[in-house]
Structure formats: C-alpha cells, structure tokens
C-alpha cells in the first residue's frame, strides 16, 4: 500500500506500508552521468533520518534503483552512484536494488 502526503511541504514523497512497516520514502533520479558515476541532487539542506527513512533512487538510462537508508545521506546535497551491479560494492554501491530494506 502506498499513500500520498496531503501536504506538499513533506520531506518525503510517499509512506510505503510494506507488511505493516510504515517508510517514508523520497524519490529521486538522475541522468547526469559525469566521470564514471551518475549524479543525483537532493535538496539543498539534505535529509534527516528524522525527516525520510529510505532514500530511493533510479537511474534512468539504466532502469536499476538504489534503496538507501536515511542514515546514509543524512545532510548530504548530492550523490554518485555507479547505476550497475558492482563487484566491490563499496560506499552506496551496496544500496543497489536493495529492495529488500523495505521488507
């Protein structure tokens, strides 16, 4: 089940119930592909693990999505992401389609 804020001043986009489990879930995307990584703009101040607790992300031009927790990019303006599967996994590498976070 997913619900909508009434408000458009929320942090985050939408509340995800998955199994009883209420996330608040913000959502992001990017295209901008700039040395070797993809680049994705979050708001100007970050986000809080008070104000969103998962982070989801899409790379377009890939179709593949991270889920990264709140604590990952608590106050953070931007990230880079690989937006393919990656032996090393390192960093938010390990956020990729990580679904499972939700569950």
């Known amino acids: 089940m ?3 804020p009434y408000s458009e ?3 985050y986009d939408f509340i995800l119930d998955a199994e009883g489990n209420l996330w608040r879930v913000q959502v992001k ?3 901008t592909f700039r040395g ?3 680049v994705v703009s979050l708001c100007r101040d970050g ?3 008070a104000q ?3 982070l989801a992300v899409l790379i377009v031009p890939t179709d ?4 990264i927790p709140a604590e990952e990019v608590s106050r953070l303006e931007q990230i880079r992401v690989m937006g393919k599967r990656t032996r090393g996994r390192g960093g938010l590498e390990r956020f990729f389609e990580r679904w499972r976070l939700l569950g």
């Open 9 to 11: 001043h929320s942090k």
């Open 52 to 54: 969103i607790d998962v």
């Open 2 to 4: 997913v619900s909508r």
């Open 29 to 31: 995307s990017s295209t």
């Open 47 to 49: 986000y809080t693990p």
């Open 64 to 67: 593949t999505w991270y889920i």
């Open 36 to 38: 070797g990584k993809y």
